[in-house]
């Protein structure tokens, strides 16, 4: 069956009153009514990544699932393997069609997908010449629907190749990272508005290095450091490498960026706790590459209050998501005023919840937008932003159980449902403001 065939489209809920959003019984915008225009030419579109959505391929994420060690660990701790593996994930690799079709739908100008790195390149010597192919026809597709293309290069997942070399601790890899970029140009290069070379580096580090729950899953500080100092060198090759071919790209990373904060502003200890974690965790890695930014990718979930004592957080909690994550929306604002201190043009890259019955998404979306306009009052340069998810999809380590989609997607049909939070964003989108009553 061709990509053709495939093609439906997404069930929708009964329609109703087009003034007034729909919100879950309870939840309501948190933030004062009224009327916020967005600037002209604002990018709306929503994320995805290339694993997550298209799955069907070998790479050190899907090799690390059906590990002895993970397996290992899903069984003490009572889970159902078959949840936690990505397998064809939600089929996007033949049904990209029909989401695109999908993200115009919303009112869309602007959507971001992923390249895997494993697909085009699944040998050091060998490059993918139909792969090459498909994204190309994925990213025409994107233009002739009216999107800008916004393209990640990297998010998270590596090939088994370098795996064997070492990975991201190997001191070659950021050479082997550019070889792997330079190729992307001279193929795909001409259908790319928007480059991202980076996906939240940190988390990398963090989750690979130093806390073991994500690929190669060991815990060792000095690789974290070298792997940091790599993941450095690969941006700026890269960065160099397509500004060689096109002196005029707008290139970046996307850095999730925390907004911490002293539980007790007179608590010297919280205070030195919670300007620590920013600088590692947000700032250091940004300040490295700050020359070769064009702009800057932002990510934004969580708030973290730090406090004096073990496990030296605590939020209040008020509202959560599906993962016990706290939903702070005012803390975006606080991020986008330390992001101004850079000087460079920022992009809400994600931005999104766990929320299978869709109770808080509308009004998420809703209060998120609102301080993201608050900040545009401000002065902030802010150009675009980009929802988490359009789809359910493989949620990493957390394997199917979070659903962030605006759309639900069936496992076992791969059928695409509109959830009601999908209406409010569309309807945001099409008018280019927020009204909010």
Not at 63 to 87: M, N, Q, T, V
Not at 229 to 255: C, D, E, G, M, W
Not at 292 to 299: A, F, K, N, P, V
Not at 312 to 328: L, M, P, Q, T
Request: aromatic share 16%; hydrophobic share 35%; net charge neutral.
């Amino acid at each position: 069956m061709s990509s053709e065939d495939k093609i439906v489209e997404a069930e929708t809920p009964q329609e109703e009153n087009e003034s007034t959003p729909v919100f879950a019984s309870g939840d309501q915008p948190s933030v004062p009514a009224g009327t916020y225009e967005f600037p002209e030419n604002f990018l709306w579109g929503t994320s995805t990544s290339a694993y997550q959505v298209e799955g069907g391929i070998k790479n050190d994420w899907s090799e690390w699932e059906i590990s002895e060690k993970r397996l290992a660990w899903l069984d003490k701790h009572g889970y159902e393997k078959e949840d936690f593996i990505c397998g064809q994930a939600v089929d996007h690799y033949n049904r990209y069609k029909e989401d695109i079709v999908l993200a115009k739908g919303l009112h869309n100008n602007s959507i971001r997908i992923g390249l895997e790195w494993a697909r085009i390149q699944p040998e050091k010597e060998t490059w993918n010449v139909n792969a090459l192919n498909h994204y190309r026809e994925v990213l025409k597709e994107a233009k002739r629907n009216g999107l800008q293309t916004i393209v990640t290069l990297w998010h998270w997942t590596n090939p088994l190749w370098l795996v064997g070399e070492g990975g991201w601790s190997n001191k070659k890899v950021a050479d082997y990272y550019a070889e792997y970029v330079d190729v992307v140009i001279r193929e795909l290069g001409g259908e790319v508005d928007y480059w991202i070379t980076l996906n939240e580096p940190l988390m990398h580090v963090f989750g690979g290095y130093l806390r073991a729950y994500m690929p190669p899953a060991t815990m060792n500080l000095f690789k974290a450091e070298k792997v940091f100092r790599n993941l450095v060198r690969a941006h700026k090759k890269a960065y160099k490498k397509i500004h060689k071919h096109f002196p005029s790209a707008k290139v970046s990373i996307t850095q999730i960026v925390n907004y911490f904060e002293p539980a007790h502003s007179w608590n010297p200890f919280e205070q030195l706790l919670a300007k620590g974690m920013h600088y590692y965790w947000n700032h250091r890695f940004l300040a490295r590459t700050k020359k070769y930014l064009d702009y800057i990718g932002l990510d934004y979930y969580f708030h973290d209050r730090m406090v004096w004592y073990p496990p030296f957080r605590k939020n209040k909690n008020a509202k959560v998501n599906d993962k016990g994550w706290e939903i702070y929306p005012e803390g975006i604002l606080e991020v986008l005023r330390y992001l101004k201190g850079f000087k460079k043009p920022i992009i809400v890259m994600e931005n999104g919840l766990a929320d299978a019955s869709d109770k808080y998404r509308a009004s998420f979306i809703i209060d998120h937008l609102y301080y993201i306009h608050k900040a545009i009052e401000e002065g902030i340069d802010v150009r675009g932003y980009c929802h988490w998810s359009l789809l359910d999809n493989f949620e990493w380590a957390y394997g199917w159980d979070p659903q962030f989609g605006l759309y639900h997607v069936d496992r076992k049909t791969f059928k695409r449902t509109e959830r009601p939070s999908a209406d409010v964003y569309r309807r945001i989108c099409e008018g280019n403001r927020l009204e909010i009553k």
